[in-house]
């Protein structure tokens, strides 16, 4: 009898073993998952269970404010969830072919459309402008951080900004009350599946680095079949497994 009981006990500890070796979540990481284009019913179900799976506490949604109204339950679920939701203006415009008045517009716009959709205040927070809010000379910068590889290592302030954020919209944000976030690593995830070796690359420790995910998956069978969700938790996994 005791040795049944004995080989029952080693079988527990062996399976608690196994279960604690899976279960890295993220404890003291520095670094922040963003979510642009959103919210989506076929991924942002799926990502708010993998973030919380993971322990994940900074996440940010940049949302679409049109797809806000489309879908008010998805934002409702990412609040329900508790990560934040930031501007990605009404209609994906790029802003650095707006005026300043007409920014401002949208982003009164945007709020109306997220409070209506949580049928409360939102304390918006964040933003990002689409493509970056960039002037073409400014895109051309940006290429050059991004292949030096400077990008990854940039701390993400007001400095950084002024480089590279067409001034209408960085200072149209400020006058919101709005923090302008960029992002130091991009996979192309709109074109590419996300490569593992990319993030091993880009990857700084103790630096608080902003990576930068797609919610695209209406793309699929046209440009290209984004596939964040299958491709999330491999990155979650070894993010992780640097903390
Ligand atoms: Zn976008």
């Not at 940010?60 to 409702?76: C, H, M, N, S, T």
């Not at 005026?99 to 409360?120: G, P, R, V, W, Y």
Request: overall charge negative.
């Amino acid at each position: 009898m005791w040795n049944g009981i004995f080989k029952v006990l080693v079988i527990f500890m062996v399976f608690i073993s196994f279960v604690q070796s899976n279960d890295k979540t993220f404890k003291n990481c520095n670094s922040t998952l963003t979510f642009d284009d959103g919210p989506h019913p076929e991924t942002t179900p799926i990502l708010l269970e993998q973030l919380k799976e993971k322990n994940v506490k900074n996440a940010i949604f940049f949302l679409i404010g049109d797809r806000i109204a489309q879908y008010p339950e998805l934002v409702k679920k990412i609040q329900s969830y508790q990560y934040d939701i930031g501007y990605h203006s009404m209609h994906h415009t790029n802003q650095a072919k707006m005026t300043a008045n007409e920014i401002h517009q949208d982003i009164q716009e945007f709020k109306n459309t997220l409070n209506q959709a949580l049928e409360s205040n939102y304390d918006l927070k964040y933003a990002r402008p689409p493509f970056g809010g960039m002037t073409q000379k400014s895109v051309k910068l940006f290429k050059e951080l991004e292949t030096t590889g400077k990008l990854k290592q940039q701390t993400l302030n007001d400095e950084f900004n002024a480089q590279l954020i067409a001034r209408q919209v960085r200072e149209t944000y400020q006058a919101n009350g709005l923090q302008t976030l960029l992002w130091n690593v991009d996979f192309k995830d709109w074109e590419q599946r996300i490569d593992m070796n990319h993030a091993r690359e880009q990857f700084v420790p103790n630096l608080k680095q902003i990576w930068l995910f797609h919610e695209m998956p209406s793309y699929k069978g046209t440009i290209f079949n984004n596939q964040i969700t299958e491709d999330l938790p491999q990155f979650l996994n070894f993010l992780c497994e640097q903390y």
